[in-house]
C-alpha cells in the first residue's frame, strides 16, 4: 500500500506541496556518555492527528522510519538506532499488515550510540520517515541532521542542543557533572550492549494517573538471549507536573528517581540504570530555588538489565518524588516483581500473568475443541520469509486507466474533437508558443477533472476502511456490478445513449465565454460532460475497481484515464503536423464501440460469477461461464467480419484490414476456450487457462467434473475436522486463507499449485484447510460472538457468518487480514515458519513447503 500511496502522491505533488506544511518536526540533540562515547538523539514531534511509523513496520505497509548515515572513518556506531514514544501496534485496515506506528500525544525519540574518533568533522546523515493521519498519508520525506560535536569530560545524563527547538535555549543547560561518575567499565558495557531480538515481552501497569496520583507507570519486562532480561519503568504524567531525574543532589531538596534491583545470588544487574526522556531538562526551579533536572510532563523510562540464574524471581523498587508549581507530594516507593516461571508481572500491586494476557477469543472463536492456541511466532526460520505481492500495484490501476482513457479517445464523442480543439488553440494563440500553452492547459484540466471526480470516494471510505474488505465478495452489489456492465454494453452496441443532464453541459458552455484560464477549463469540462455517452461505461469500470479496492484505486485510475484523455491535445498542439496523418472520423468509431460492448457483457458475467459463488447458487458454473466468453470472442469476430450488424451500423459497412486481424484474434482466443473443455490427466479436472485464473469460476466448480479441493488434493473446510484429521495422520497442515471472489487465490491455485512439486507436497504431505473469509452462510446460534475489533478502535462487532469468523481469526492469530495467506502448522497449533501470501514464482513456494515440513520433521523426531 505504501506504492499506491506514494504513486497518487506523485501525480499529484503540486496540490499536495500548496495544502500541507511537514506535520513531523525534528530537533536533533546529542549526549555524553565518557569515552568519546555519546548518544545521538533525534526527536520527532507530530502535529496533532499525526502519526510517524516504526523502524520496524512489517513489510508490505507503510515506509518506516530509516535513517542513514554517511559514512566516515572519524566515528563508529555502536548498537542500532532505539526509539521510544507512545507506541501503538496493531493491524492497520489501510495496509493490511501489522503497523507499529507512534501518536503525537508525545514526541518520539531515537538514540544512536557512537564512539568519536576525530572531533573535526561532523557525523551527519539524513532520516526517512512516512506520516499519516486520519485521512491521508503525505509521501516519504527526508530531514537531513550534522551533529558537531565537541569533546566532554563528563558523563551525565543531561543533553545538549544541536538544532535549535521550538523551546527557548536557555532552558536547555547542561547539568552539572554527579559526584560519583561510573567506572569506565560500566559506562563501555552500558553503551556497547547492542539492540537485540526481543524472545518475550510482559507488562503491568498501574491505575490511570489522577491529581492525588499524578503519575501513571508500566512495568515492561523484555526476556532477551542468555536468559538475560532488560526491566523498564515507563511514567507518564499529567500536564504541569514534575518528575526529578536520577542525577538531582539529594541534597537540594527533591528526591532523586532511584530504580533498584535486588542483587542475589541468582540475580545480578548488568551495567548501569539509563534513564531517556524526551523533556528533560535543566532548568532553575522555583520551589528549590536552584537548577535542577527534572522531567516536567511527558514520559521518562528507567531501564536495567539483569543477569537471571535458574527461574528465580526478580525484585525491585522505583523511589520519586513528582511536584507541580503548587505542591510537591512525598516520595513513593512502587515495588515491582517478576516471576519467569509463571510469566507474572506485578508493579505496586497490579499485574496479571502472561497465560492469562494472551488467552484470547482466538481458540473458542475459531472452535478449536482441543485447547490449541496458535501463535504467530515461528518454530523455524528456514524459508525466506513472507512475500506479501496482494492484489494490483496502483502503477497496474493507473496502465489500466490509461488503456481505457486510449479505448475512449478512438470513440465517436472524442476522436473528432482532438484536430478541431488544437487547430483553434494554434490558430486563436497570438504566437505558436502560446497555442501550445493553452492546448496544454486544455489537457492538463481534463486530467485534473477526472481526478477531481475520485475526491468524494477518499470521504466515503474514510468513514470505516474495514467496509472496503468485504465489498468485493457482497452478492448485491456485484448483482449490481453485473446489471451496470449489462447496460453499458448495451449504450455500446447502440441501443440507446448514456447522457448526463443537459443543463449540466449547458452552464460550462456558458462558463467558456470568460476567457482566459476559466474559459479554458470550462472548454475541459464541456468536454468531459458532453462525451459522457462513451466515457461513462469505462468510468464506470474503474468506479467498480474502486468500490471493491479502496479509493486509492480509483484515483490511479482516472488519474491515468485523464493523462490518456489529455495528453493528445497538448501533443499535437506541440506538433501539428502529426495531425495530418492521423485517420478519418468514420464508421469505424463505431466498430470501437460495439468490440468494447462484447467486452462489457463478457466481464458482466465475472461479476454475476461472483455473486453465484458466494451465494452457493450452483448457477454459473465453469461450463456455462466458458460459453458465454466463447460466444462473446465470436461475437466480435462476426461483427468485424460483417456478419452481424448494430442499430448504429451503416447498410455499407465494409471490413478493413484493422478489423479482419482482430477478427482473427478473437477467434483464435476463442479457440482457446474451448480448451477449457479438455481434461487435465493429473488431476481428473478441465484443463486450467491461465488467462482466465481469478476471473473464471474454478474448474473443479462444475456440472460434470466436479471437485470440492483444487489440484486432486484432500482439504478441509472446517478448522476442527482438518486438525483432528492431521492429528489422526500425523501430517502438518497448511492454513490457507482464501476467499471465493480473491483473484489472486485461483491464481494461485491454477497455475502454482498446478506444479508437479507443490502438488506432490500438497497431497501427500500436508493436509489443506482452506477457510473462506467471504463465506456468507450463517453461524449457528451457539457459536456467534461479540468480539472487540482488531483495528485499536475499541468497537466490538459481532461474528454471525462463517466468512467473519475465519477473517478474525486470521487477523487475531497472524496479524493479517490479506488473501491468499498461507501459514504452516503442527496439529497443536505451533507455526512451523514464517507465513507467506500471494508467491507468483513456483519454485518458492516449493521451498516454502519444504522448509515447512522439514521444522515438522525435526519437531516429531525429539
Known sequence: MAARLTLLLTLLATAVSAQFARPIHWTFEQRALGEDRYELIAIATADEGWAIYSQYTDEGGPVPTTFYWNDGDHYERVGEVEEQGHKKEGLDELFGVNVIKY????????????????????????????CCDDEQCLPPTTEEFSYAIARSTYSAPGRTLVTPSDEPSHQDVAPAAPADLPTEEAVAETVSMPQEEVLASYTAATPAATEDAPVNWVLNVEALEANRYRLSLTGTMLETWTVYSMTVDPEIGPIPTELVIEETDAVQPLGEVTETSPTLHRKYDAIWKAEISKIDGGTVTYSQVVQLEGASPIEGYLTYQTCNDEVCLPPRDMPFTFDPASGTAILDGYGATTAQLQTTDTTELAGVTAGIQFSDDPVGSCSTGEAVTAGRSLWTIFGLGLVGGLFALLMPCIFPMIPLTVSYFTKTGKTRAQGIRQAGLYGFFIFLIYVLLSVPFHVVAGIDASILNSIASNMWLNLL???????????FFGFYEIVLPQSWSNKASQGESSGGVPGIFFMALTLALVSFSCTGPILGSLLVEAVSGGAWPLTAGMAGFGVAIGLPFALFAVFPGVLNSMPKSGGWLNSVKVVLGFVEVALAFKFLSNADLVGDWDLLRIEPFLLIWILCALGIAAYLLGWISFPHDSTRRRVGAAGAVVAVLSAVFAGYLVLGFTEDPATGNYRTLSLLSGIAPSVGYSYFKPSDCPQGTTCFKDLDAGLAYAREVNKPVMLDFTGYTCVNCRKMEENVWSQDGVRKLLTDDYVLISLYVDDRAELPEAERREVTRLDGS?????????????????????????????????PDGQLLNPPVAYTPDAEDYENFLECGLSTFEQLSSR
Open 103 to 130: 501518536l503525537s500525544d508525545e514526541p518520539v525519540v531515537f538514540t544512536q550510540t557512537v564512539r568519536v574518533l576525530d572531533y573535526d568533522q561532523p557525523i551527519t546523515g539524513e532520516v526517512e520517515y512516512m
Open 794 to 826: 475499541g468497537r466490538t462487532q459481532t461474528i454471525d457468518q462463517v466468512g467473519e469468523k475465519w477473517h478474525y481469526f486470521q487477523q487475531q492469530a497472524f496479524k493479517h487480514a490479506t488473501q491468499p495467506y498461507y501459514a504452516l502448522v503442527a
Open 481 to 491: 456490478f453485473f446489471a451496470v456492465f449489462i447496460y453499458f454494453a448495451g449504450s
